[in-house]
């Protein structure tokens, strides 16, 4: 199983990015997607997740929904992460994951990308 994260760079805040992740070695259909995010000296936080079927869709919080947008195009085998409005404390390396059941714990996913790192200037 494989899970490529692409996407980041650098940004002015109050910019966007989109970050997108391909999956490879696995049924993605049948396969809840998160992002995680790390930022510098912090431990590995949740973001957004999206479950096999699109049906529901979970944020860390009510800010973060607010800007930022989860989504999945099984064709593609691939799930985004739409980021608007972004705060220089966006910053972080950004991680796809993938398992059977959507949650807002690492420990429900099986399966992680190497990360992609967004920086946002102030």
């Known amino acids: 199983v494989q899970l490529q994260a692409s996407g980041g760079g650098l940004v002015q805040a109050g910019g966007s990015l989109r970050l997108s992740c391909a999956a490879s070695?696995?049924?993605?259909?049948?396969?809840?997607m998160a992002w995680f995010r790390q930022a510098p000296g912090k431990d590995r936080e949740f973001v957004a997740g999206?479950?096999?079927?699109?049906?529901?869709?979970?944020y860390a919080d009510s800010a973060m929904k607010g800007r930022f947008t989860i989504s999945r195009d099984d064709a593609k085998s691939t799930v985004y992460l739409q980021m608007n409005s972004l705060k220089a404390e966006d910053t972080a390396v950004y991680y796809c994951?993938?398992?059977?059941?959507?949650?807002?714990?690492?420990?429900?996913?099986?399966?992680w990308g190497q990360g992609t790192l967004v920086t946002v200037s102030s």
């Open positions: 070695g696995l049924t993605f259909s049948n396969y809840a």
């Open positions: 999206i479950d096999w079927s699109s049906s529901a869709t979970y």
């Open positions: 994951a993938a398992g059977l059941v959507l949650g807002r714990g690492e420990r429900s996913y099986n399966y």
